[in-house]
Nanobody
Framework: QVQLVESGGGLVQAGGSLRLSCAASGRTFSSYSMGWFRQAPGKEREFVATISWSGFSTFYADSVKGRFTISRDNAENTVYLQMNSLKPEDTALYYC????????????????WGQGTQVTVSS
């Protein structure tokens, strides 16, 4: 069982930066691949970024590539999402998720989800 708690969301102007954190409980965090997803009002949940259990492999949605960076600290049981050059269309509720095994951009493959943290980007 893994419990996930996101933090770091907020209101920022376009062009600004935020760093989201996702703290995980459990002693097996390092065996889970992690992902970030987001959901804007009236839209479906969409993939943002994912990272392998080791941290060596990452994959991004085209919409955030070059602006967002996913990373993890297995000693601290935490995964991060550094978001730079934010745009109004990045406004959404951001979720982190965990799954055992290989990383994935497909939300149904994830077993555990946090409650989300709101990111709002003003123009």
């Amino acid at each position: 069982q893994v419990q996930l708690v996101e933090s770091g969301g907020g209101l920022v102007q376009a062009g600004g930066s935020l760093r989201l954190s996702c703290a995980a409980s459990g002693r097996t965090f390092s065996s889970y691949s992690m992902g970030w997803f987001r959901q804007a009002p009236g839209k479906e949940r969409e993939f943002v970024a994912t990272i392998s259990w080791s941290g060596f492999s990452t994959f991004y949605a085209d919409s955030v590539k070059g602006r967002f960076t996913i990373s993890r600290d297995n000693a601290e049981n935490t995964v991060y999402l550094q978001m730079n050059s934010l745009k109004p269309e990045d406004t959404a509720l951001y979720y982190c998720a965990a799954r055992p095994g290989s990383f994935s951009d497909y939300a149904p493959k994830y077993d555990y989800w946090g409650q989300g943290t709101q990111v709002t980007v003003s123009s």
